[in-house]
């Protein structure tokens, strides 16, 4: 089993959470969530779940209000990534 540092993307999740990228947040759940299982740290496991249950929550409002109706668009991340592009192909106000 490949030993993984969870601190840098659990940092990355809990940004995209704070600046409402829920479609992101979804992303690095569904793409790293197994390796999170497999690592058997109870710390991570615990955050994962914590992150989904909010991930969740978010969706389903995006579900009703549109992908991205929750991006805070002046989170200064937000901002950066905008300024370079990241945003340019999306229907992103």
């Known amino acids: 089993m ?7 993307l659990l940092q990355s999740m809990h940004g995209n959470l704070d600046r409402g990228a829920f479609p992101e947040l979804e992303f690095q759940l ?4 197994p390796i999170a299982l497999e690592s058997g740290n109870a710390t991570v496991i615990d955050t994962f779940d914590e992150l989904k249950r909010q991930a969740d929550a978010g969706l389903e409002h995006e579900k009703i209000h549109g992908q991205w109706s929750l991006l805070k668009h002046d989170h200064p991340a937000t901002v950066r990534l905008k300024a370079r592009g990241y945003y340019s192909d999306l229907k992103v106000a």
């Open 30 to 33: 569904q793409f790293y969530g």
């Open 2 to 8: 490949t030993t993984m540092d969870f601190a840098p």
